[in-house]
């Protein structure tokens, strides 16, 4: 019995990779799922320099939303921001900003926090967009001593949303978009491995990104459970598959095969999530999970295990003990 679940799921992984075009052709160009006017929803879309989250972030302006493009790289999001707004002249003016994020630290993450919630306004969405994979190189650690993918991946995004959330509780109703992947079916979870050095020949930068995600995905839930508990039932907690896309993301994937999505379709589910009502139908204490052709996806066993999804939680919130100084009080106290 057991073999035939994982046979059946082994097809479904397949199916989702290989069929997303079949599965998807019928769907509307992502340019035209967007609701027509945004205008009043501040959208934050880390890494938006490239790839999904480049396009994620046009259609979001295109649309009228006031869009923060969170990026590492800022003097390429100012010339996107300008080329953008150049295209637009016709239409409306957009309004897009840019400000400094870099994964890789964690400081970097309290500074862009602070310099946001400064401003004591409301955050609509916030889309963890970002991430990397270092597909065939050797182990890399941060300067705070993380494996780098587990760092960029999950747990500076996880820092940000926490530090973010002031914000996203101001807004009458807001969403936390995940950008997943479907390899975190692949991938179990070691947080005993985060912060040490495995052997060369033992490290697999493959095992390394879907653990990440998995990571990302399980605290995630956790989270979504906890605001249901504290009844912060305005956040709805999202994350997405986007299908296989030619981004920058992976050597080789920036050329485009008949079965792969380009970066426009890659943002579709992404979109979705972030602005259709008919999400709030789908959601599980306060949490769901969308694969590249905006219907529920299968999540990975390991995310329905309770335990291991709350073992990633306690080690991410031990790791980041020392950067939570900024979270306002007495949501970090009750959401600890
Ligand atoms: N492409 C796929 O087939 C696929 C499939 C499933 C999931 N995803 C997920 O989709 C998301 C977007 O990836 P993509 O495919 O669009 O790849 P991409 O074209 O490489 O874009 C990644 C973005 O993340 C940014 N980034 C990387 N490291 C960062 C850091 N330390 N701090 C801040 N920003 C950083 C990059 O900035 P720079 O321009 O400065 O490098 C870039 O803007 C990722 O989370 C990825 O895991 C992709």
């Known amino acids: 019995m057991e073999r035939w679940a994982w046979t059946w799921n082994l097809w479904d992984m397949v199916k989702e990779i290989f069929c997303q075009k079949l599965l998807t052709y019928h769907l509307p160009p992502p340019s035209h799922l967007l609701p027509n006017n945004l205008s009043g929803l501040s959208v934050i879309v880390t890494g938006a320099t490239s790839g999904i989250g480049l396009q994620t972030a046009r259609e979001l302006a295109k649309a009228g939303a006031h869009v923060i493009m969170a990026c590492r790289n800022t003097k390429a999001a100012n010339n996107i921001a300008c080329q953008w707004k150049i295209d637009a002249h016709n239409s409306r003016i957009l309004d897009v900003e840019v400000m400094e994020l870099d994964l890789l630290s964690l400081s970097s993450v309290q500074k862009f926090a602070a310099t946001w919630e400064q401003r004591e306004e409301p955050l609509h969405i916030l889309i963890n967009n970002a991430g990397i994979y270092l597909m065939g190189e050797p182990q890399k650690v941060s300067d705070e001593g993380l494996e780098q993918h587990i760092q960029v991946n999950h747990v500076a995004p996880a820092l940000l949303t926490l530090l973010l959330l002031p914000s996203l509780l101001r807004a009458p109703s807001s969403r936390i978009i995940n950008v997943n992947s479907v390899v975190h079916h692949f991938a179990v979870v070691e947080p005993k491995y985060w912060k040490s050095r495995i052997e060369e020949h033992k490290f697999s930068s493959f095992k390394a990104y879907g653990a990440s995600k998995l990571a990302h995905l399980m605290f995630l839930k956790i989270l979504a459970n906890k605001l249901m508990e504290q009844r912060k039932t305005s956040i709805q907690c999202l994350a997405v598959h986007p299908g296989v896309v030619t981004t ?22 992404v979109l979705f999530c972030a602005t259709s009502n008919d999400v709030a139908g789908d959601l599980v204490k306060g949490f769901a999970y969308y694969s590249c052709n905006c219907k529920p996806g299968r999540i990975s066993p390991h995310v329905a295990d309770m335990d291991e999804c709350l073992e990633v939680w306690k ?5 980041l003990q020392l950067n939570i100084n900024y979270i306002s009080q007495d949501v970090i106290a009750n959401i600890q």
């Open 315 to 319: 080690k991410t919130m031990e790791i």
């Open 248 to 269: 920058n993301l992976v050597p080789g994937f920036q050329k485009k095969s008949f079965w792969m999505f380009d970066p426009a379709e890659g943002a579709r589910s």
